[in-house]
């Protein structure tokens, strides 16, 4: 039957302020204003890919939630699912980001407590929504926010489950959001209703305390918990300007590891939402092939990798973009300089 919506998320949408170029938050006297959040990163980055998305989220009802209502819209995404916070201590979270210059390392300061998310209530929603899509991906951090808005979030994802959704998760763990402790004991109770998942090694190692290599581990999910596909990132830091990026799928019902050549020395603008940038590539090549991990592991590396080089949190590739990244990635012969 055919879906109103290839993927829909849920999250927390912030404002993102930063100092110009390689300013430093305590001493400049500029920020610059942008929109960002993990799960609406991951909705943009799939539909300029070219697949329909919307995001559940609550904003204030004010000139700053109409800011992210705009920026919403220009990338895409259907604010069918945004509901408006219209109390008097609405908020928009905030976080400060500040770039990093070798050797000192990129810095991020939030303002996110009490914020309108808090307020998410499904019973804004109509039941027909948890049937209208064939993807719900949500994220660690909608569960690390608070009591009310992991409540809010675990049944999300068990409503959309009983209506043959397919669940996407992603660990992505804050350690100034949460305890590791905390996090494994919230996040098992919800993986045996997960589909496709995202846990990085060092999460896996340190938060979960998996033990062995890396394919062992993904493995080792997969069978506890029944996940179809688990995904992690590969990402080595030369410094904070110079990246490798690449990644290791794992299909549990071929019992299939995918991963090639990582994108090396990349020319790093900006590395917030890369990670989300390549979940939204993983998830497009899943829903376009029924499937395939192969494909979604080239989309995901490709997108995750050019998203380094763009400032803002939020992803800018097309498809033919990507195709293309892929293509001379793949390619052992000579490269054009320009795209002309």
Same mark, same amino acid.
């Given at each position: ?24 938050i305590d001493r400049g006297d500029i920020f610059y204003k942008q929109v ?24 204030? $009802? ?9 920026? %919403?819209? =220009? *990338? ?5 699912? /945004? #509901? ?33 998310i808090h307020k998410l209530d499904l019973a804004d929603y109509l039941p ?56 494994? $004991? ?9 589909? %496709?998942? =995202? *846990? ?5 190692? /340190? #938060? ?109 590739s097309t498809l033919e973009e990507i195709e293309r990244i892929i293509r ?13």
């Open positions: 039957m055919k879906k109103n919506f290839d993927l829909l998320t849920m999250g927390e949408i912030l404002l993102r302020l930063s100092p110009s170029n390689n300013e430093r960002g959040g993990a799960e609406l990163n991951v909705a943009s980055g799939v539909s300029l890919l070219g697949l329909r998305t919307g995001i559940l989220s609550k904003l204030p $009802e004010n000139s700053l939630g109409r800011y992210v209502k705009n920026r %919403i819209r =220009f *990338c895409g995404v259907s604010d069918d699912y /945004l #509901t408006y916070d219209n109390d008097d201590d609405k908020r928009l979270g905030i976080y400060y980001y500040e770039n990093g210059a070798y050797p000192r390392k990129p810095n991020v300061v939030y303002d996110r407590s009490h914020t309108s027909e929504m948890y049937a209208s899509t064939r993807i719900f991906h949500t994220t660690g951090i909608m569960l690390a926010l608070g009591s009310q808005a992991r409540s809010t979030t675990i049944e999300a994802i068990k409503r959309f489950k009983e209506q043959g959704t397919l669940i996407s998760f992603d660990v992505n763990f804050r350690g100034n959001l949460w305890t590791g402790e905390e996090a494994k $004991e919230t996040i098992e109770e919800i993986l045996p209703l997960v589909d %496709i998942f =995202f *846990c990085s090694e060092d999460t896996a190692r /340190l #938060t979960f305390k998996k033990e062995g290599d890396l394919a062992k581990m993904m493995k080792e999910f997969a069978l506890e918990y029944n996940i179809s596909v688990v995904a992690s990132t590969q990402r080595i830091v030369h410094s904070p300007k110079v990246h490798d990026f690449g990644s290791v799928i794992y299909d549990s019902k071929k019992d299939i590891y995918y991963e090639e050549e990582p994108y090396q020395n990349i020319d790093v603008v900006d590395r917030i939402g890369s990670g989300d940038a390549y979940i939204s590539g993983v998830l497009y090549g899943l829903l376009a092939t029924d499937m395939d991990c192969k494909v979604a592991m080239q989309f995901g590396n490709a997108t995750g990798a050019v998203k380094n080089t763009i400032p803002g949190d939020l992803p800018s001379e990635h793949q390619s052992t012969g000579p490269k054009l300089e320009m795209d002309r």
